[in-house]
């Protein structure tokens, strides 16, 4: 899959990055404005897809490979798993907000706040943003496949 | 009512669910070169969950997720109907998991199979205990989600265009399914199934609760493949691979059907006669379109579907026989009989309907083809698969010492002690097709004579046959939970009563805590 | 009467589903059913004149820390925002799937043409 021109590369690679950290911004937020984890997985996620449709599908997956997405989202769902699991071994029940009851209840409306929620929204945020990355690398493969059999038919 | 098992402690409940779940994220991690390893940690996993399920049969619990009292949080409830298909789903996942050992060796990604395996099982161990209706409806989504991709795995043909079918019927019926609980949440302003079952009992049905119940019973309806809803059915179960041809026909269409459509319609709407009439008749037309249906085919698997599409039948009528007679205020002796019936058949089935597509996976690894015309003689050549093929179709059929026997007995003692002759006739007839279909199998596949193409075929190796094995003794020994009355009144009574009691469902719950 | 509009964009919906021939038309008539869904519920919550369910520091009372009587009785009810979030979520992962499946079985077929796509018979 090739690039765009080079007006479009020099812009998208300044802008991507700002698109980044406003992803990183509303996931870390998530407890005070709207939005959390899903919706900043997504905004990550389309940082790198805008990085894919400027400069060609094999310069992101140079960038960020398969395997690796792969790995991240599979530790995104680890750190949920293991809050859920501290919730249980140090409060009592699965996802009970032990930080918030025990050890940090912080004050309302500050950042450090609302107890295990937003580590929560940080492991959702990752798992959402690598794995939407890896759906959208795994379809665009499969571009490849078309071109030989319309042609042979084509042809034919 | 104080949990209790065998071990002195309770089993917090999201174990079953988080147990799975975490297996299907850690075994990507292993890749391509660690695939034994990724291969022994799933079955790890399922024989834990066997024996997780196996230790709290006689527990019924209520389980707080993060310690927010009910109706402001999410509970988990385990009583007598989950315990009785969690050991049913436990029991099918560890087989076929076994099975599929070497089976899946025919194709590449199976630690991507592995992983969408255990997230169907988790998808459906968290449907079997959810409290809540819309934790129904997700953990239904993944459970769903997760076979979708897994019927069309191979990508061949034939198994992308199935694996299309299945997934646009069962998108529509999840939808349907949403649109309900969206109803029900604006009709009572809850979400929890105990305190929804209070507020319509206290206010009534009106129209929008109506067109819920509606809703719920064309989407569970679609995914238990009943009648007018089964189109998906036949196509999509032969072009699977064969352990999950198993799960897929043996629990996940009963688990995301049966059960939470006789939870929904049981324990929070409570059943009335129009509902019971329906359930009646869609059971009615399934067993007959079925048995018709499967006795012309000539593909071995295809067989194999219509002829589930006809025992879900059998299943769907017991319990409308027993709701139906509940609503009448009839006996409720005659109603826990046939719901008995409904359930015991419903577990079975389970059992010999994966060991028969499990047999049929074994078949067509050693043959390549699932053209019964291009088989025959196979009886020398693969002599355990036989002998456990002849003991599930002796099952499925109804003769005797084998478990399907007691089970279809069951059902016809109910219908004629119920004054329903004519149910009772169409049940021994479907039978007889029944019987027609097996030994239609039996004498295509493994009698006459053995064609020149096939003179190479070998027997299945070790781990499948372990599982097949294990399997057909279950067959032959699942009788005995009717027959011996400890076991019954702990494994199949509590399960019964959860159903008759109905709508007691709610004070249950709201007093257990 | 918005509910009514929302009604007719679920059957909409589905008849686009269900006449349509072409694979990914189907996909989109699926979608466009399970946005109506996701509208019904957030109409659900709905209280007129009604305010976001964000608690900020207007809200708050000053001496005690709790949450002030105008918010309570003037928020819209925020459940069905979290139901329609997660159904998103459940919509999203079943498009990615079905858009793989029909990529695929273009590739094997070379047409999206149901009516062509039909080796499965009996």
């Keep these: 899959m090739k690039g765009m021109t080079i007006i479009v590369k020099t812009i998208s690679s300044w802008v991507k990055v700002l698109i980044f950290l406003f992803g990183i911004y509303i996931i870390i937020f998530g407890h005070l404005t709207p939005g959390g984890g899903f919706a900043g997985g997504v905004i990550l996620a389309s940082s790198y897809v805008l990085l894919m449709l400027a400069y060609g599908r094999e310069f992101a997956e140079k960038n960020l490979s398969l395997p690796v997405a792969s790995k991240l989202d599979c530790l995104g769902a680890f750190l949920f798993a293991l809050i859920a699991i501290l919730g249980l071994v140090l409060g009592g029940s699965f996802f009970v907000n032990f930080l918030y009851q025990k050890y940090l209840p912080g004050q309302a409306l500050n950042l450090i706040s609302a107890g295990t929620i937003p580590l929560s929204n940080i492991a959702i945020g990752l798992k959402v943003g690598a794995s939407l990355f890896l759906v959208i690398l795994s379809l665009s493969i499969c571009c490849k496949d078309f071109r030989p059999d319309m042609s042979a038919n084509k042809e034919e | 009512m104080s949990p209790s098992t065998t071990l002195g402690t309770s089993i917090p409940l999201p174990v079953f669910v988080a147990v799975p779940l975490v297996t299907a994220f850690l075994l990507p991690i292993f890749g391509r070169k660690g695939k034994s390893g990724a291969t022994v940690l799933a079955n790890l996993a399922t024989v834990s969950l066997l024996v997780l399920a196996v230790a709290s049969i006689g527990q019924s619990d209520v389980y707080e997720i993060g310690k927010w009292s009910i109706p402001l949080g999410i509970n988990l409830v385990l009583d007598g109907l989950s315990s009785l298909l969690l050991l049913a789903i436990s029991v099918v996942s560890a087989a076929a998991m076994l099975f599929s050992v070497r089976y899946m060796e025919q194709y590449t990604a199976k630690a991507k199979y592995l992983s969408l395996f255990m997230l169907m099982v988790t998808g459906m161990n968290g449907v079997v205990l959810s409290g809540d209706i819309f934790n129904l409806f997700v953990f239904l989504e993944i459970a769903s989600i997760a076979s979708y991709a897994l019927v069309g795995f191979g990508c061949e043909h034939e198994e992308l265009e199935a694996s299309f079918k299945y997934m646009v019927l069962g998108s529509i019926a999840s939808i349907f399914v949403l649109f309900g609980v969206a109803l029900i949440y604006g009709n009572t302003g809850s979400l929890n199934m105990a305190y929804i079952s209070k507020t319509i009992q206290s206010s009534g049905l009106n129209a929008g609760l109506g067109f819920a119940l509606a809703l719920f019973i064309v989407g569970f309806g679609l995914k238990a493949a009943l009648v007018p809803f089964h189109a998906w059915l036949p196509d999509a179960h032969p072009s699977a691979p064969a352990p999950i041809s198993a799960m897929l026909s043996g629990v996940l269409i009963k688990t995301l059907g049966v059960y939470a459509l006789s939870r929904v319609v049981f324990n929070v709407f409570g059943i009335s006669i129009s509902t019971g009439w329906l359930l009646i008749a869609m059971g009615l037309l399934s067993m007959v379109a079925g048995a018709f249906l499967a006795i012309g085919q000539w593909d071995l698997k295809r067989l194999m579907a219509y002829s589930s599409i006809s025992q879900i039948g059998y299943v769907v009528l017991g319990i409308g026989l027993g709701g139906l007679i509940i609503a009448r205020g009839g006996n409720l002796a005659w109603a826990s009989l046939a719901i008995l019936g409904g359930l015991f058949h419903l577990v079975n089935h389970a059992v010999y309907k994966s060991l028969l597509f499990l047999t049929s996976g074994s078949v067509e690894m050693s043959t390549n083809t699932r053209e019964m015309r291009q088989m025959g003689g196979l009886a020398e050549k693969l002599p355990v698969t036989r002998a456990t093929c002849t003991v599930a179709s002796a099952s499925i059929v109804g003769i005797p010492p084998f478990s399907g026997f007691w089970s279809k007995l069951i059902l016809v003692v109910a219908a004629v002690q119920a004054h329903f002759y004519w149910v009772a006739a169409i049940i021994v007839f479907v039978s007889l097709c029944t019987l027609i279909m097996y030994l239609k199998v039996q004498r295509y596949v493994f009698l006459g004579e053995l064609p020149e193409n096939l003179q190479q075929s070998k027997e299945a190796k070790n781990s499948m046959l372990v599982a097949m094995i294990f399997l057909a003794c279950l067959c032959v020994l699942m009788g005995l939970l009717v027959l011996v009355p400890s076991l019954r009144s702990h494994i199949l009574d509590p399960a019964v009563k959860v159903l008759t009691d109905g709508l007691e469902y709610s004070t249950n719950i709201i007093n257990m805590r | ?122």
């Excluded at chain 3, 695929?104 to 149901?114: H, L, M, S, V, W």
């Design chain 3, 1 to 122: 009467m918005p509910y009514a509009l929302c009604l007719l964009l679920f059957v909409i919906g589905l008849y686009c589903a269900v006449v349509k021939k072409n694979m990914v038309k189907i996909v989109i008539g699926i979608m466009v059913m399970e946005y109506a869904v996701n509208l019904f519920l957030i109409m659900l919550g709905y209280r007129t004149g009604g305010i976001a369910p964000i608690i900020d520091r207007g809200h708050l009372e000053l001496e005690t820390g709790q949450i002030a009587a105008t918010f309570l009785s003037s928020s819209v009810d925020p459940l069905p925002q979290a139901l329609v979030l997660t159904a998103i979520v459940i919509s999203l992962g079943s498009l990615a799937l079905m858009i793989s499946i029909c990529i695929r079985t273009y590739g094997k077929y070379g047409t999206f043409d149901i009516t062509e796509i039909r080796r499965l018979r009996g």
